[in-house]
């Protein structure tokens, strides 16, 4: 059977929560069968998981438990211990927003329990607001992430404008929401998308609601979605600045606001649209000894990295850090370092 509309899918939703009793991935966020879901590690995941996979989340999750097991313990903690433990997460402002919404979280007395009111808090967008509502406090209501929305632009074969699909598909998965499991219901459509409906060669034949598929009745499930063709990522250069002194390299933060904002950092120049020169932050025996690359959501960023051992002179606002020990820089800069031979972490 194939839906002749979109209210066919209903007949769905039991097929799909069976495959979930039978299914659900084991993940360090979820609870076990039966026991609520906690707001905080339900809020923490989704925001980690934003632009970023489940195996590189989960360390950070763990990390992040361990140290703050409680939202309010997260509230009390220092930006820059945050921020230190966020490195290599990406995306930084997540993790601003992340202590800003602790601390509305912690100060009203907890999570608020309905859609609309966690989408007034920091960092909250639609999709996390509807997460952790149906999740977290059994809402009524749908999260539909990438992976939803690729399964139901194949149920529904959407040849339409990929923005007017979305429209389509957020109302349908909305009305679908079964009003005793809306939590089961948004985790079921994550773990097929997941690890069935993949973006590539889906495995239909393990998909519970293969007969609702208008996209497999077609025989080319991947050919959905149908998204406008993306547009060449823009590429900024700039340089990066290693100064030596013994074992140790200097480092500064970053301003509070802006990419990488808070973030500790190596000194380096601004990143613009065309090659930049060697103007380092303090004079030095600098060498050029090559290129890193980084991408970032917006632009690509080719950074070159200059070396060289310091001098007496006065340098800029930072410190000196163990070389042994970079773990709080950020990707780019954990590059540029393992570039320099130091010993930076880089997560990904
Ligand atoms: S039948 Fe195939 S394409 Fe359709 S929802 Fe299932 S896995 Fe995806």
Not at 8 to 26: H, K
Not at 114 to 132: D, K, M, Q, V
């Amino acid at each position: 059977m194939n839906p002749k509309s979109d209210g066919d899918l209903a007949g769905m939703v039991p097929g799909l929560l069976a495959w979930f009793d039978r299914s659900a991935r084991t993940l360090p966020w979820r609870s076990p069968r039966g026991v609520a879901r906690d707001p905080y590690r339900v809020w923490l995941s989704e925001i980690m998981l934003q632009q970023t996979t489940v195996p590189h989340a989960a360390p950070y999750f763990d990390a992040f438990t361990r140290r703050w097991p409680t939202v309010e313990a997260l509230a009390a903690a220092a930006d820059e211990e945050v921020m230190q433990a966020w490195a290599g997460l990406g995306y930084y402002a997540r993790a601003r927003n992340l202590l800003k919404c602790a601390r509305d979280v912690a100060a009203r007395g907890g999570f608020p329990v309905t859609e609309n009111e966690l989408l007034t808090l920091p960092g909250i967008g639609p999709y996390t607001a509807g997460a952790i509502a149906a999740l977290a406090f059994g809402e009524r209501t749908a999260a539909v992430d990438g992976n939803a929305e690729r399964v139901f632009s194949r149920l529904l074969a959407t040849r339409e404008d990929w923005a007017a699909a979305k429209r389509r598909i957020g109302a349908i998965a909305r009305d679908l929401v079964p009003a005793t499991r809306p939590g089961d219901f948004a985790e079921a459509l994550m773990d097929l998308g997941s690890g069935v409906c993949t973006p590539r060669q889906p495995s239909c034949g393990l998909c519970p609601i293969t007969a609702y598929c208008a996209a497999f009745a077609e025989g080319l499930p991947d050919r959905y979605p149908i998204k406008p063709a993306k547009t060449a990522r823009p590429v900024r250069y700039g340089a990066a600045y290693v100064l030596r002194r013994n074992a140790d390299v200097w480092l500064i933060r970053r301003p509070p606001s802006g990419l990488l904002g808070g973030m500790l950092a190596l000194p380096s120049s601004d990143w613009t649209e065309t090659r930049t020169g060697c103007d380092p932050p303090v004079e030095a025996g600098w060498s050029n000894i090559g290129e890193v690359r980084h991408v970032f959501t917006h632009f690509a960023l080719h950074l070159d990295v200059h070396v060289a051992d310091a001098r007496r002179e006065q340098l800029p606002e930072g410190y000196w850090a163990p070389a042994a020990d970079l773990a709080g820089l950020p990707t780019v800069f954990a590059k540029a370092a393992s570039l320099a031979g130091l010993s930076a972490r880089q997560r990904h």
